[in-house]
């Protein structure tokens, strides 16, 4: 077991066609960049790695507070690289006690309620398709990138977990509007129902981050505790050294 | 019960002059594509025609 558990997060990367490759070469590189700027251990399962037994041995080795999924899903799975399920019902268990958000199609329908029976604090899932909306470059639309990572970037900061379904909802809501105030409708469409058919299940008091950053904080009060420490053992030892001279030792 | 040939064709000029792209069920999906789907009422067209009648509703409730 290398991690501390609260500071390790698992990310699910899959490119095993255009979509998952634009959405996890594209937007979720920026994800990873962000978490490992808050001291997060990131165990980023990309292409290859993007596997069920690379996932479980993720879970046993590091025992992570948050697990991502960018992929394909279905109602029950979350899909591996080769498209066989890399989570699903049968192995929901390996999810107690983390949160997990699950960017991919039809996620939130039975696995949500699965992982939440099986002991996950929360789970953040689509019960329907999950539209990726891009431009005529293949870029994604403005706010499409902001609404598909602020989740994890909050979660990643503390927040609770209702909090961050809550800001998520009003991320959405803003990125509407501004799509329909230039005329965008079939955008703003296409994003209100990604927002429409985005769920949370479970404990909306639970939070990732605080554990984190209570051991940034406490190495932090080692460290002067120790610089302290030290100190007054050098000032007393060269006040000894100097009292064993004056008395002729 | 299909869809008004208005309300297809509005969707489907809209995603040309618009130019959008989507990605779904494992393809990327050209402004031509999504005006194909839509004016034919294709599984993928369906779906889309109901997110632009959820989304018209919505602003029509404003």
């Given at each position: 077991?290398?991690?501390?558990?609260?500071?390790?997060?698992v990310?699910i990367?899959t490119?095993?066609?255009?979509?998952?490759?634009?959405?996890?070469?594209?937007?979720?590189?920026?994800?990873?960049?962000?978490?490992?700027?808050?001291?997060?251990?990131?165990?980023?399962l990309?292409?290859?790695?993007a596997y069920k037994e690379q996932l479980l041995?993720a879970c046993i080795?590091?025992?992570?507070?948050?697990v991502l999924g960018f992929s394909h899903g279905t109602a029950v799975s979350l899909l591996a690289?080769d498209a066989t399920p890399a989570l699903d019902i049968g192995t929901a268990l390996w999810m107690n006690n983390k949160i997990v958000y699950l960017y991919a199609c039809h996620c939130g329908k039975e696995l949500a309620q699965a992982l939440i029976d099986n002991g996950a604090k929360a789970v953040f899932a689509f019960n329907d398709v999950v539209?990726?909306?891009?431009?005529?470059?293949?870029?994604?639309?403005?706010?499409?990138?902001?609404?598909?990572?602020?989740?994890?970037?909050?979660?990643?900061?503390?927040?609770?977990?209702?909090?961050?379904?809550?800001?998520?909802?009003?991320?959405?809501?803003?990125?509407?509007?501004?799509?329909?105030?230039?005329?965008?409708?079939?955008?703003?469409?296409?994003?209100?129902?990604?927002?429409?058919h985005?769920i949370l299940k479970g404990?909306?008091?639970?939070?990732?981050?605080?554990?984190?950053?209570?051991?940034?904080?406490?190495?932090?009060?080692?460290?002067?505790?120790?610089?302290?420490?030290?100190?007054?053992?050098?000032?007393?030892?060269?006040?000894?050294?100097?009292?064993?001279?004056?008395?002729?030792? | 019960?299909?869809?008004?040939?208005?309300?297809?064709?509005?969707?489907?000029?809209?995603?040309?002059?618009?130019?959008?792209?989507?990605?779904?069920?494992?393809?990327?999906?050209?402004?031509?594509?999504?005006?194909?789907?839509?004016?034919?009422?294709?599984?993928?067209?369906?779906?889309?025609?109901?997110?632009?009648?959820?989304?018209?509703?919505?602003?029509?409730?404003?």
């Amino acid at each position: 077991m290398k991690g501390l558990g609260a500071n390790d997060v698992v990310l699910i990367r899959t490119t095993f066609d255009e979509p998952t490759r634009i959405l996890n070469t594209q937007v979720t590189p920026e994800l990873i960049t962000y978490l490992k700027s808050r001291f997060y251990n990131v165990i980023d399962l990309y292409e290859e790695k993007a596997y069920k037994e690379q996932l479980l041995y993720a879970c046993i080795q590091y025992i992570p507070a948050m697990v991502l999924g960018f992929s394909h899903g279905t109602a029950v799975s979350l899909l591996a690289q080769d498209a066989t399920p890399a989570l699903d019902i049968g192995t929901a268990l390996w999810m107690n006690n983390k949160i997990v958000y699950l960017y991919a199609c039809h996620c939130g329908k039975e696995l949500a309620q699965a992982l939440i029976d099986n002991g996950a604090k929360a789970v953040f899932a689509f019960n329907d398709v999950v539209y990726l909306i891009l431009d005529e470059s293949n870029n994604p639309v403005e706010g499409y990138r902001e609404t598909c990572l602020l989740v994890p970037k909050l979660l990643a900061e503390g927040y609770k977990v209702k909090d961050c379904y809550q800001a998520a909802l009003d991320e959405y809501e803003k990125w509407i509007r501004f799509h329909e105030e230039k005329g965008n409708t079939l955008v703003a469409d296409l994003l209100r129902w990604n927002r429409d058919h985005f769920i949370l299940k479970g404990a909306g008091e639970s939070t990732v981050g605080l554990s984190a950053y209570l051991f940034i904080g406490l190495t932090d009060v080692l460290t002067m505790a120790n610089v302290l420490i030290w100190g007054i053992g050098n000032i007393a030892l060269e006040a000894w050294r100097a009292y064993k001279a004056w008395r002729g030792y | 019960m299909p869809y008004p040939d208005e309300l297809k064709e509005a969707i489907a000029q809209h995603a040309l002059q618009k130019k959008v792209k989507i990605g779904l069920a494992g393809k990327i999906y050209s402004p031509e594509e999504i005006a194909f789907h839509v004016r034919n009422e294709t599984e993928v067209g369906k779906k889309i025609i109901e997110a632009v009648v959820r989304g018209a509703v919505e602003r029509l409730g404003r």
